[in-house]
């Protein structure tokens, strides 16, 4: 049961980062609103792009995973560890308005704590690669 809970959860998480991905990547910026974007915000907007292809990247890994945990288990881990890592980037705005956001605050704590919790839950589910022999 917890294996196909894990499955699950990484499917749907898939699904939702494929789709905010594509959001990004063929939305960019979303207030802009029909405004002529100066040269230094369309410079931004093109990395909010390229962030939206990594994700959608992430979010295609959390679909395949499924399939077969044991084959993806070490891109998991990186993945997970690299969202972790993307949550304590977040901290450095260090400004509480923006963090306690609904939106920024659902993320940091998915960033934070979901992203821990599904590597504990991933090394109980799906024991570590059996290392090849010399």
Known sequence: MSSILLRVL????????????MK???GGFQDAGG?????????QNNHIR??????????VL????PFNLKYFQPMLYLAFALIFAGGIAR??????????DPVVLASLVAELALMPALAY??????????????
């Open 35 to 43: 405004l002529v974007l100066t040269h230094e915000q369309l410079v």
């Open 10 to 21: 990484l499917f749907l998480g898939g699904v939702f980062a494929v789709f905010s991905g």
């Open 121 to 134: 839950w991933l090394a109980r589910t799906a024991p570590d690669r059996p290392q090849p022999t010399r």
């Open 62 to 65: 959390f679909l395949l995973a």
């Open 50 to 59: 390229f962030l939206g292809g990594l994700w959608t990247g992430v979010g």
């Open 24 to 26: 990004s990547v063929f």
């Open 91 to 100: 901290l450095t705005v260090m400004r509480s308005d923006v963090l306690l």
